[in-house]
């Protein structure tokens, strides 16, 4: 692998496959994290179709090196906020700025556009995620999603909690 930094660029439909094999690889961090193999259903891979009609969805742009896509970064609006989602990266890439760069593109997209607030929400139990949105910038605690499991298995690990607002959550 080169040392060359990431081209950002809008998505293109000739960028499908390999964005629905990034879209996967995010679904198995979900799967891995989270210890449940049914997260994504049977082809992970196709629920980027459905993103790419979401309703919100303003942009969404690849992270290129050296001609192979690395990264997909989307960018939501609602009025005057933005929300980056997903935002993924190669695991063979992790750790080389290719996601810095797509969140720093979508930042500027955002202060183009006028929003007053960018938001993410990465998964609770996410910490690599949750550190890199925090040395990104992000360090506004703007809302809270709070879960109530009804049934299958224990989604929570024994031991995993933290306190917010002097209130214990397990995650």
């Known amino acids: 692998m080169s040392g060359a930094s990431a081209h950002i660029r809008e998505y293109e439909t000739s960028d499908l496959e390999r964005c629905r094999e990034l879209w996967r690889s995010l679904t198995q961090r979900h799967r891995d994290i989270y210890r449940d193999p049914s ?7 196709l629920e980027l179709d459905a993103h790419l009609a979401h309703p919100r969805l303003v942009k969404l742009w690849v992270a290129e090196i050296d001609g192979r896509v690395v990264g997909l970064c989307g960018l939501l609006l609602q009025g005057e906020e933005s929300e980056l989602e997903p935002i993924v990266v190669d695991p063979a890439w992790r ?16 202060q183009r556009l006028g929003v ?35 049934g299958g298995s ?18």
């Open 39 to 45: 997260i994504g259903g049977d082809d992970p891979g």
């Open 95 to 110: 750790g080389r700025r290719v996601g810095a760069a797509l969140a720093q593109h979508a930042i500027g997209a955002s």
């Open 116 to 150: 007053k607030f960018v938001n993410v929400r990465p998964v609770g139990r996410n910490v690599e995620a949750i550190r890199f949105f925090q040395r990104e910038g992000f360090r506004l605690l703007g809302r809270l999603e709070l879960s109530l499991q009804l």
């Open 154 to 171: 224990a989604i929570a690990e024994p031991g995993r909690s933290v306190d917010v607002h002097g209130i214990r959550f397990a995650f």
